[in-house]
């Protein structure tokens, strides 16, 4: 197998086109960190540069540990494969070692929490819970969270609003800062709709998986709800995530550029009617499925030039 074959082969079991999700978090993060960076100081490209890398490279883990854990499980071999759900098909093919990919898992993981580390010692403690639970829900989000029905609260949270808030911190903090001095309310609240999507991400792509998952011994939200009700909980996400945003700028939390995020809201609509009305038919629900990726994208990447707007 030629270099150019292979460099496809780990693309593709990374998931690399869905790494733009933990670039744009990162980009809200710097954004806020951006407006509210202290006087007298200047925004610092290495932190940056250092956060695209280290949270990156959590996503590309947990990813990893993802795939290596539904081969093993056999769930892979299993579900209907779409393009945003069902796994690469990489393991399950035999084109790359399941040892092979599990030391990739661990390397990743290992270079995010580094960096992590760094910033810890270096910015605020805070930013070991924020990295700890990070940690916490790559590795056992397969073999715990996701047997719980945690494992979308805890992918919300780990990789949506903690990344935005941890990124801001990196930026803006220093070490002496009291924990309630950390985060403006703005930063805050705008930090809630990310990690929604994200959460929401995770919980439709479950749908095609479910059966699959069931039988390799998880016990996620569409497995305990059911597809129906786990639909009413997937558009519930979604009318939160719009109606914090909208009510954020009505009381003049953040300004009235964050109305931009809601260019998305079309998308989202379909994606919940889509969810509603074709959970139970894999073929029917993909366009769904597509729509729910660019909800999430398009309106992460609106609320970070929101942020970036209101600096002008």
Known sequence: MGKK??????????????????????????????????????FNPLYAALLLIGVVSSHISVNL?????????KIDHNTPRTPFSGGSGVLSSGLLSPASVFKAAVITLLLALTIGIYFAFTVHWIIFILAGLGAFSILFYTTFLAKLQ????????????????????????????????????DVL????????????????????DMEADKQGGRNHLV????????????????????????????????????????????????ASMGALKHGYDTPKLIPALGMNVLTVLSTDLLIAIAVIMETF
């Not at 540990?65 to 499980?73: G, I, L, Q």
């Not at 990690?195 to 439709?204: C, S």
């Not at 009318?239 to 009505?250: C, Y």
């Open 5 to 42: 074959e292979k460099t496809k082969l780990w693309l593709a079991e990374m998931r690399a086109p869905f790494l733009t999700l933990a670039v744009l978090l990162v980009a809200i993060g710097l954004a806020f960190g951006w407006k509210y960076h202290p006087p007298g100081t200047t």
């Open 150 to 185: 945690l494992g979308e609260l805890f992918s919300g949270l780990t990789l949506g609003t903690f990344v935005v808030l941890g990124s801001y911190v990196v930026m803006t903090a220093s070490p002496s800062m009291a924990i309630s001095e950390l985060f403006p309310q």
């Open 223 to 270: 497995i305990c709800l059911g597809r129906k009700k786990a639909a009413y909980v997937y558009i519930s996400g979604m009318v939160a995530t719009f109606g914090i945003i909208i009510g954020a700028a009505l009381f003049n939390i953040v300004s009235p550029w964050f109305m931009l995020a809601l260019i998305p809201v079309p998308f989202a609509f379909k």
């Open 65 to 73: 540990f993802n795939e290596y854990s539904d081969n093993k499980t």
């Open 189 to 208: 609240l705008m930090s809630i709709p990310p990690g929604i999507l994200t959460a929401l991400l995770l919980l439709i792509n479950e749908f095609p």
